[in-house]
Each structure stands twice: as C-alpha cells, then as structure tokens.
C-alpha cells in the first residue's frame, strides 16, 4: 500500500513540477510581449518627439540608431536563447 501511494506522489510530483515550469514560461512569454510592445511605442514615439521639438531628421536618426543598438544588445540574449530552443522545453 505504502508502495503504491509513494509511486502515485513521486508521479503527481513530476506533473506538478512541468505544470509550475509552463506556468513560469507563460509569464515569461508574456513579460517578453510585453516588453516588444513598448520597444515598438518608444520606436515611434523618441523620433516623434525630436521632430516635434525642432531637432534635425539627422539627430532623430543617430538617437533611433542608438536605441535599436541598446535594444539588440539588450535582447540579444533572449533572441539566441529562444533560436537554441530554450523556450521550446
């Protein structure tokens, strides 16, 4: 009897654990949409704003160049991380 119970919870144990692991990539997957999104806003908006407020096209495109730079860098890790398949598990 004890045998049997131990073996149900060992199995109920690796189901949970998968369960709680797909529960933490969905608010990861979430946190990374949501962070897309914002990249995407700032894109638009940070040039808007230059222009908006008498700055040459020439500076808007080095401050553009220079945020699309900071963010490759900054979300380079996950890129690579999601091409290996590491969100795939």
């Known amino acids: 009897m004890d045998k049997k119970l131990e073996a149900m ?8 654990e998968r369960k709680c ?3 933490q990539q969905k608010r990861h997957d979430v946190a990374m949409k949501r962070v897309f999104m914002v990249c995407c806003m700032l894109f638009i908006i940070v040039p808007a704003t230059l222009v908006l407020f008498g700055l040459s096209i020439i500076t808007s495109i080095t401050w553009t160049t220079i945020f699309i730079l900071v963010c490759a860098a ?3 890790p996950v890129i ?3 091409i ?3 969100f795939l598990r």
Not at 9 to 16: C, K, P, Q, V
């Open 21 to 23: 692991f797909e529960l």
């Open 84 to 86: 290996s398949g590491g």
């Open 80 to 82: 690579l991380e999601s």
């Open 9 to 16: 919870l060992e199995s109920l144990d690796i189901d949970i």
């Open 74 to 76: 900054v979300l380079l």
